[in-house]
């Protein structure tokens, strides 16, 4: 039960940091990619803000997660399926291009997320509640 807590308050956590950062880039991306990213703005921003939107329904589905971990443990792994197209994206142009260091921090971020969720699907296969 005490594990079962942890993996919801993890999963809480992703919820929260994924929600907040989607929403935060898809409606305030201007003062963020001029006072914080010291970018200038995307020519078209649809691009941007959908893939923030995007973060943001990633953390809507931690958050359903958080409410059942067994029964929604496809979510789980839809979850690790995003994080780990982000940690690729964020290594390649970390590599290859210049970009802000914050991108970078959200993907180590994330490859922490990515280690911690594959551990919660261990947890719930070797609970024989969920067929994993």
Not at 7 to 21: E, R, V
Not at 28 to 52: D, G, M, N, T, W
Not at 91 to 116: E, K, R
Request: net charge positive; glycine share 4%; hydrophobic share 55%.
């Amino acid at each position: 039960m005490r594990k079962e807590r942890y993996y919801k308050l993890l999963y809480l956590i992703a919820a929260i940091y994924d929600l907040f950062l989607g929403t935060v880039f898809c409606f305030f991306y201007k003062p963020l990619f001029e006072y914080v990213l010291h970018r200038s703005l995307p020519e078209s921003p649809i691009y941007f803000q959908v893939c923030a939107a995007f973060i943001a329904v990633t953390g809507l589905g931690f958050f359903y997660i958080y409410r059942n971990l067994y029964r929604n443990i496809d979510l789980a792994k839809i979850g690790i399926a995003m994080k780990v197209v982000y940690c690729v994206a964020a290594i390649w142009y970390a590599t290859y291009a210049i970009v802000p260091l914050a991108f970078v921090i959200f993907g180590v971020c994330d490859a922490i997320f990515i280690i911690l969720f594959i551990d919660f699907l261990r947890f719930a296969k070797a609970s024989g509640k969920v067929p994993v």
